[in-house]
């Protein structure tokens, strides 16, 4: 099966680099976060969970990383204005992998956070946003439903997904035009 974070990952890279600022929104192991430290000057990097700020820290290290933000923080009620505008932003929703699958995101906190920084994004700016229909279909359906009624003069939302198996996951990729 296509692995969804490479995925994005190639998609991000699209446009020419380096990008000022980036925001990883589900740090988990760092895995989005050390990739956005590579094609971004600045990187904030948030999670509720103590484990995944301390496991992205230590991949960081092993890799001599320097240029990220890493804040126990949630998404949905973070002052972004403390920061500078967004180039680029990736939620991987669901569950730390490894970690206690009862802790997960939420379509209510992730579209609250996506109230709060849709308006702080360069006009060019890209979000990504992985979600997993199997591990919680409503979560998936209300976010989806919520980028559909984003307005179309300011934004492009392109849906990216594997039709040929059920409740696969899938990327929804935003794009601010104005």
């Known amino acids: 099966m296509i692995k969804l974070t490479d995925l994005v990952h190639q998609y991000s890279s699209l446009r020419a680099t380096p990008y000022p600022f980036a925001i990883d929104m589900t740090a988990g192991r760092g895995l989005d976060t050390k990739y956005l430290a590579s094609t971004h ?10 484990l995944a700020i301390q496991s992205t820290k230590e991949l960081l290290q092993i890799h001599n990383i320097h240029n ?33 699958k009862t802790i ?7 579209i609250l956070s996506l109230q709060l920084v849709l308006p702080r994004c360069n006009i060019g700016s890209n979000i990504f946003i992985t979600l997993y229909p199997k591990e919680n279909n409503d979560e998936a359906n209300e976010v989806l439903r919520f980028c559909q009624r984003l307005d179309g003069r300011l934004y492009d939302v392109i849906k990216i997904s594997v039709v040929n198996k059920e409740l696969a996951p899938f990327i929804l990729q935003i794009t601010k035009i104005l």
């Open 41 to 50: 000057h600045q990187v904030l990097s948030l999670d509720i969970q103590p």
């Open 68 to 100: 990220v933000t890493l804040l126990l923080a949630d998404h949905s009620t973070f002052d972004y204005s403390k920061f500078p505008q967004i180039d680029t932003v990736i939620y991987n929703l669901g569950y730390l992998p490894g970690g206690d």
């Open 104 to 110: 997960r995101t939420s379509a209510h906190s992730t």
